[in-house]
């Protein structure tokens, strides 16, 4: 294998990497909206009830307690393996930029 070949293989890697580490992010914006949109669902609800009363609006009660309970759990799970799959990918980059990186300098002291 030439130098080359080397570095097309290594850029290759990291673009990957790269986008991978991407779609760990948006992951995490999946995750944050799901439990951003736990409030707004709740709001609607309890307009609903203020105007209807509980009687009329019992069965969005018991979509919005579901929506709460599934898109509460479905945040934070997509939150956790979002930012850990983001930092994991961050340290396999890192590794992969050390090699490439000139050595840190060194005062000489005279």
């Known amino acids: 294998m030439t130098v080359d070949e080397h ?5 290759s890697k990291r673009d990957k990497l790269v986008r ?3 779609d760990a992010r948006q992951t995490i914006d999946r995750g944050v909206l799901l439990l951003a949109l736990v409030p707004v669902v709740a709001a609607i609800v309890i307009v609903f009830v203020l105007a209807f009363g509980v009687s009329s609006t019992f069965f969005l009660l018991l979509l919005a307690g579901a929506y709460t309970l599934v898109g509460g759990i479905g945040g934070i799970a997509l ?3 979002g930012g850990t799959q983001s930092r994991r990918l961050g340290r396999e980059l890192r590794a992969i930029d050390e ?3 000139l050595p ?3 005062v000489v002291k005279r």
Do not use: P
């Open 7 to 11: 570095d097309a293989a290594e850029r």
């Open 20 to 22: 991978a580490q991407k």
């Open 79 to 81: 939150i956790a393996s």
């Open 99 to 101: 090699r490439r990186q």
């Open 104 to 106: 840190a300098a060194r």
